[in-house]
């Protein structure tokens, strides 16, 4: 997995650079901005093309001119636009990389002097704009002269920022105000969190890393980093092994509590989630009348009808739970379940008494949100909320949870225990490590795509694996299965059994390169080539 830093992380490893391996300021600055100026060139393609840069105070205006330097060299025309008049605005190394600039013939004006009208033109003849406004460091909402270039910055037909997109909070992925929506984000010797956590990642486009002569080993040596970017190498690694002689009780067991007259199909759609993820046996535990017009739709799930004359759940499913605990490896509590006061109280009864491991997805977390304050942290629940559902869980609304989404999965894992919160880079996180995902689609905002997922996190958590791997995998599992369908079908139109099914097929690809990878070793050492499942 990828770590993931904060900008006080970032800061002190530069300053380390400095103070302990006499690494100029000068040189990291002239680092960076040649790589922006090569990835820019890789972009281009075109050694007559126009770049327009965009400079703000302090270090990251300073790359911005050792960019437009470099970009000079390689033959492209290019102007340059400061937030200030030059020698008010800089100092340090960025004044002697703005004034190396102007004496290699760099064409500079200051925003506060050009009208919106010239502003807008000089935006839209330039085939490429840099965005060095603002760096790492910077928090809270741009404000004047800064903002006003963001915003026109925001009508380029191609955008690179340099280090984070000004206006996103490379520590949280917050945007508190306005901000640059960025192509490719270039960023420098460690990947932030704000370039991955959602909205900020919305900004950041592709996310390109540089070296700008930072020793690899040197920010695990200063930092142990707690938050990690999930990506497909995390996904092979974690991948649960399938020996040759293996049996469907060896792959897990699953059950899934849920159903009501509202909400028949959301129960059948966890259980398909949880077969395309490899699970060996799956249990639905419907009320009798929702099993008796469902269950025929699904006959790979075993059926557990709780006897009753409602559409709902109540207390009395603990008789049917308990006549099959032994077998259950893990239970899921939610889909479709309805609020009713019965079922609510059902919820919540096993939270509170149930000892397994457990999911709570949907109406099981609504359940949990009523009755927050009664509840103990459990190690080994898994709550899989989308924003909405986390707000109710921190007493907040969906737009506070939308805007400061990890916080938010902090708050929620130190008061309730592990948990996936749910939307584009999901996050998952136990108060000790946090993981985000590198994965998603709009393919997957279709109705049933949250209840899918909680059965392939099931089928996951069954096979072993602990709460938090198991979620990670998971949640990219679901993940790539949207992009795919996104590939093949588009974004729009998908259903929820799809994405199961395509769960299966992005398992096996990854799979299929764990195998190789096995193979690659095997083969450099002993010369053996014998397939093997795991």
């Known amino acids: 997995m990828i770590p993931l830093y904060t900008a006080e992380m970032a800061k002190k490893i530069d300053k380390t650079l400095m103070e302990d391996f006499s690494l100029p300021g000068t040189v990291l600055m002239e680092n960076a901005g040649r790589s922006v100026a090569s990835h820019v060139s890789e972009l281009m393609k075109d050694k007559n093309g126009k770049v327009l840069i965009c400079a703000g105070p302090g270090n990251n205006g300073g790359d911005g001119f050792v960019a437009g330097r470099h970009l000079l060299n390689y033959g492209y025309e290019v102007k340059l636009i400061t937030s200030l008049p030059m020698f008010e605005l800089y100092k340090g190394d960025a004044l002697i990389n703005a004034n190396a600039f102007v004496k290699m013939g760099g064409n500079i004006c200051f925003s506060n002097e050009l009208s919106d009208l010239k502003l807008e033109k000089m935006i839209k003849d330039a085939d490429l704009c840099i965005d060095a406004l603002l760096g790492v460091g910077f928090k809270g909402a741009p404000q ?13 037909s191609l955008v690179v920022s340099i280090d984070v997109p000004s206006g996103v909070d490379s520590s949280s992925g917050r945007v508190p105000g306005v901000a640059v929506k960025a192509d490719v984000t270039v960023t420098m010797h460690l990947h932030k969190i704000g370039l991955y956590v959602a909205p900020g990642c919305i900004y950041a486009g592709k996310v390109l890393l540089a070296d700008i002569g930072v020793p690899p080993m040197l920010g695990a040596l200063t930092f142990n980093a707690n938050c990690f970017l999930w990506n497909e190498e995390s996904s092979i690694d ?5 020996l040759p002689d293996m049996h469907k009780g060896d792959r897990g067991s699953v059950a899934v509590l849920g159903g009501s007259d509202l909400y028949r199909g959301a129960p059948l759609l966890t259980s398909l989630g ?14 009798e009348k929702v099993y008796e017009q469902t269950g025929q739709f699904l006959p790979e799930a075993i059926g557990v009808p709780v006897r009753s004359d409602e559409y709902f759940l109540t207390t009395k499913a603990l008789d049917a739970i308990s006549a099959i605990e032994d077998k259950i490896d893990v239970l899921i509590v939610g889909p479709g379940m309805g609020r009713r006061k019965e079922t609510v109280d059902l919820a919540v009864k096993l939270w509170q008494e149930y000892p397994k491991n457990m999911i709570y997805d949907a109406d099981g977390l609504y359940a949990l949100s ?35 989404r990890l916080e938010a999965t902090e708050r929620l894992s130190l008061k309730y225990g592990p ?6 880079h999901s996050i998952i996180g136990d108060g000790l490590r946090y993981l985000v995902c590198n994965a998603g689609s709009p393919a997957l905002s279709v109705p049933g795509s949250g209840d899918v997922l ?7 958590y069954a096979s072993g694996l602990d709460p938090v791997d ?11 299965a949207g992009e795919n369908l996104s590939c093949l079908e588009g974004v729009d139109g998908s259903l929820a059994r799809e994405i199961a099914d395509q769960v299966r097929f992005v398992m096996g690809d990854i799979r299929y ?13 002993d010369g053996k080539d014998t397939p093997a499942w795991f």
Do not use: Q
């Not at 949880?274 to 009320?287: K, Q």
């Not at 948990?419 to 584009?424: A, S, T």
């Open 470 to 480: 198991s979620a990670g995998l998971a949640v990219w599992l679901h993940a790539k």
């Open 370 to 404: 009523l009755n927050s304050a009664a509840l103990d942290r459990r190690d080994n629940v898994i709550l899989t909320p989308h924003e909405g559902e986390a707000g109710r869980l921190l007493g907040c609304n969906a737009s506070r949870v939308h805007e400061n």
């Open 454 to 460: 909680s059965g392939v996190i099931g089928a996951l």
């Open 513 to 525: 390169a764990k195998e190789k990878n096995r193979l690659g070793r095997r083969v450099g050492k």
């Open 274 to 287: 949880a077969l395309r993820a490899g699970a060996g046996v799956v249990y639905m535990i419907l009320p």
């Open 419 to 424: 948990v996936v919160l749910k939307g584009f």
């Open 238 to 242: 974690a991948l649960p092994c399938r």
């Open 144 to 156: 004047g002269e800064i903002a006003r270039l963001i915003e026109a910055i925001n009508k380029a």
